[in-house]
């Protein structure tokens, strides 16, 4: 199914806006010159963004090491390189965003706090999660994890942003710092 530039103008022609098309029937929408195919596409094409604008506007809410993991694990855990991002929250632990802070090598990523913080104080986050991956597969968090677990600790007391734990995706797994209690009183 192809719809060509008179297409286009012949369905803008006789339907005012999107709503309109959004209300027409498939039916509707071949009296505008459009095949049957064509007509029962756009409409699966408008439900799509119509979704999509859904999706976005919907705020995630974080409850869980699983639902950071839910939200960035799969994508995360098929990088080919170490990445560092920080998942930023309001005080109700609604995600305001996610940032990349630091992309490294196959097996080791430099992140300092000024890099972690850097987004979650303009965006004015009462807490963070920081998340990374591990190639390897292996979540096993590394003495240099740990060491960047305590120094965002330490740094998010002095700046009144919360570090709600340190994430480490694996192939298809994940270890959260908070949860087995390897850095956080």
Known sequence: MTLRDNDAASILN???NLRA???ASVEEMETAGLSQEQAATLKAAIELG????TERRSKVYVQSARDIYDLLGHEMSRLDREQIRVVMLDTRNGVIDTEI???GTINSCIGHPREI?????VKSAASIIIVHNHPSGDPSPS???LTLTRAALQAGKLL???VLDHIIVGRGRFISLKESRQVFD
């Open 14 to 16: 006789r339907f005012p």
């Open 21 to 23: 098309m959004d209300e």
């Open 50 to 53: 119509r979704r999509c604008l």
């Open 101 to 103: 802070v630091s992309i």
């Open 117 to 121: 913080f850097k987004s979650a104080i």
């Open 143 to 145: 003495t240099e994890d």
């Open 160 to 162: 009144d942003i919360e």
